[in-house]
C-alpha cells in the first residue's frame, strides 16, 4: 500500500486548499483513509481530523474543523481529498494522510491514529 500527499502551499488566512491522498494497492471499499496532522516544534500532539470509511461512505471530523473541512473520495482517480476553508493560522502544519482496513474498532478509535500505512506528509501554512 502507498499513499501520496499533494497539495499543500501557502495560503492566506480565510482562504482554501484542497488536499489529495492518492492511494495504491489497496481496495478502498475495504479500508478507511484519515488525515492527521503534526505541528513540528510546537510541542502540540499529532491531530487527527477527519476520517472516510470506504465500506459505506461515512466520514467522521474533529470538533476543531467541523464546518470548516470536508472529507471525500474518488474510487475512479483512486484518491481522497480534504477540502480546507476558512484557514486559520493554528491550521499549519504537516498534513498526512493514512489507511488501514475499516474495522468497527479502527473507526471507533480513528483520531488514535493506528494506521498501518502512512503517507510522507504536506506542509500547510497559513499566513499573510
Known amino acids: 500500500v502507498q499513499l501520496v500527499e499533494s497539495g499543500g502551499g501557502l495560503v492566506q488566512p480565510g482562504g482554501s486548499l484542497r488536499l489529495s491522498c492518492t492511494y495504491s494497492g489497496l481496495a478502498f471499499g475495504e479500508y478507511a483513509v484519515g488525515w492527521f496532522r503534526h505541528f513540528p516544534g510546537t510541542g502540540k500532539n499529532r491531530e487527527g481530523i477527519a476520517c472516510i470509511s470506504g465500506t459505506d461512505g461515512s466520514t467522521y471530523y474533529e470538533d476543531v474543523v467541523k464546518g470548516r473541512f470536508t472529507i471525500t473520495s474518488d474510487n475512479a482517480k483512486n484518491t481522497v481529498y480534504l477540502q480546507m476553508d476558512n484557514l486559520m493560522p493554528e491550521d499549519t502544519a504537516v498534513y498526512y494522510c493514512?489507511?488501514?482496513?475499516?474495522?468497527?474498532?479502527?473507526?471507533?478509535?480513528?483520531?488514535?491514529?493506528?494506521?498501518?500505512?502512512w503517507g510522507r506528509g504536506a506542509q500547510v501554512t497559513v499566513s499573510s
Open positions: 493514512a489507511a488501514d482496513r475499516a474495522s468497527l474498532e479502527l473507526l471507533a478509535l480513528w483520531k488514535l491514529g493506528a494506521y498501518d500505512f
